[in-house]
Nanobody
Framework: QVQLVESGGGLVQAGGSLRLSCAAS????????MGWYRQAPGKQRESVAA????????GYADSVKGRFIISRDIAKNTMYLQMNSLRPEDTAVYYC??????????WGQGTQVTVSS
């Protein structure tokens, strides 16, 4: 099992920044990739950014490209999401996830991000 704990959410004005963290513990060996997802009220959960754990290759949703940066600290077993130039439409619960093949996907409990206009 992999346990994931997010932190860093909160309330920020449009144009501001927040940094989310996701600390992984448990059976961390063999994690293939990690990512950030978000779910706004009344909408489906969507992928925001992802990172391959071994080599750091990243990918982003078009809506956040150039504003968000995903990174990881292998020594700390922690993934980050630096969110800049935040917009009201970024308001959502943000979840981190880890993928281990073939075991499956693991999810954190989520952290609320609210961007006021």
């Amino acid at each position: 099992q992999v346990q994931l704990v997010e932190s860093g959410g909160g309330l920020v004005q449009a144009g501001g920044s927040l940094r989310l963290s996701c600390a992984a513990s448990g059976s961390i060996f063999g994690i293939n990739a990690m990512g950030w997802y978000r779910q706004a009220p009344g909408k489906q959960r969507e992928s925001v950014a992802a990172i391959i754990w071994s080599n750091g290759i990243t990918g982003y949703a078009d809506s956040v490209k150039g504003r968000f940066i995903i990174s990881r600290d292998i020594a700390k077993n922690t993934m980050y999401l630096q969110m800049n130039s935040l917009r009201p439409e970024d308001t959502a619960v943000y979840y981190c996830a880890a993928k281990k093949i073939p075991q499956g996907d693991y999810w954190g409990q989520g952290t609320q991000v609210t961007v006021s206009s």
